[in-house]
């Protein structure tokens, strides 16, 4: 019998302050226009950097060259790189003024997001906070502030990231990426099946996805 | 599409090259920054050499 074929579900690892991610994010969006059908995405937790403080006194170029070691110039050079790579998929990245911080409780605001069923709007308003906007994302305040911007509920939001009520999925999905043997982001897993890591081409995740609904259809003839 | 060895269950597919974050530092890609600073993965590495098994690179 012939069944009418579920969404392919997309499962994406990220951060809130890869700068990959949201380009990567967005040739996703691209691949999946191009693609046509179907498509449920859910994002997961990954912190690249969980030991960096909430209040960390610097921008990019301070973080990557304190803590890297790596010159000023040099540091300069690979930013004006990302961010005209950025421009080229329609994101205006400030790296001057980004507030580098650490990110899980923005991770935990995700969860209570989805848990609202807002987690892609969420996503998006986090990204855009703190790349192109230069907003603190790692303040319960500022982040409950985003949180209202796209119709949650404030006071909610608040308590939520004040009891710590989704570290637990925070880490659950840590842990997932650990077990997938996931070791960078953006990495986005296709209907449980496909590995794709990195900000690959649009071009590529229409084919995945192309191939996951053939898949799916040689399936139901079956 | 390229398929690569099943990793945790997942098959890996695309370009093995495409720009990542790992660790705390997210390299460009075919920059200078992009070799000094990370070091590729057990998986990234395995799938270039499927991609040039499949090729018949070597």
């Known amino acids: 019998m012939l069944r009418v074929s579920e969404a392919i579900k997309v499962d994406i690892w990220s951060d809130v302050q890869c700068p990959?991610?949201?380009?990567?994010?967005?040739?996703?969006?691209?691949?999946?226009?191009?693609?046509?059908?179907?498509v449920e995405v859910e994002y997961h937790s990954f912190e690249l950097s969980p030991d960096t403080p909430v209040d960390f006194d610097g921008n990019t170029v301070d973080y990557l060259s304190q803590r890297k070691g790596m010159p000023v110039a040099q540091v300069e050079e690979m930013l004006?790189?990302?961010?005209?790579?950025?421009?080229d998929v329609g994101l205006d990245y400030d790296?001057?003024?980004?507030?580098?911080?650490?990110?899980?409780?923005?991770?935990?605001?995700?969860?209570?997001?989805?848990?609202?069923g807002l987690q892609l709007e969420m996503k998006e308003r986090l990204l855009k906070a703190y790349f192109v906007e230069g907003h603190h994302v790692g303040r319960i305040e500022d982040l409950a502030d985003l949180?209202?911007?796209?119709?949650?509920?404030?006071?909610?939001?608040?308590?939520?990231?004040e009891a710590n009520s989704y570290l637990a999925d925070v880490k659950a999905d840590v842990a997932?990426?650990?077990?997938?043997?996931?070791?960078?982001?953006?990495?986005?897993?296709?209907?449980?099946?496909?590995?794709?890591?990195?900000?690959?081409?649009?071009?590529?995740?229409?084919?995945?996805?192309?191939?996951?609904?053939?898949?799916?259809?040689?399936e139901v003839v079956q | 599409m390229t398929l690569a060895t099943p990793v945790n269950g997942?098959?890996?597919?695309?370009?093995?090259?495409?720009?990542?974050?790992?660790?705390d530092f997210c390299a460009v890609p075919g920059t200078a920054t992009s070799t000094a600073v990370t070091t590729p993965s057990p998986r990234s590495?395995?799938?270039?050499?499927n991609e040039r098994l499949d090729a018949d690179l070597v």
């Open chain 1, 95 to 116: 790296f001057e003024h980004v507030h580098q911080t650490n990110t899980v409780k923005a991770h935990e605001l995700l969860h209570f997001a989805k848990s609202k």
């Open chain 1, 176 to 218: 997932q990426a650990q077990a997938y043997g996931i070791q960078g982001v953006p990495f986005f897993v296709i209907d449980g099946k496909y590995g794709v890591s990195g900000a690959q081409e649009a071009a590529a995740f229409a084919n995945v996805l192309e191939q996951a609904r053939t898949e799916r259809d040689a």
């Open chain 1, 80 to 87: 004006e790189r990302v961010t005209g790579i950025a421009k």
């Open chain 1, 20 to 38: 990959w991610c949201y380009i990567g994010k967005r040739k996703f969006e691209d691949g999946a226009a191009q693609f046509g059908g179907d």
């Open chain 2, 10 to 23: 997942l098959l890996i597919v695309g370009d093995p090259a495409a720009a990542a974050c790992e660790g």
């Open chain 2, 45 to 49: 590495e395995q799938a270039v050499v």
């Open chain 1, 147 to 161: 949180a209202a911007e796209i119709g949650l509920d404030r006071a909610e939001a608040v308590a939520a990231l």
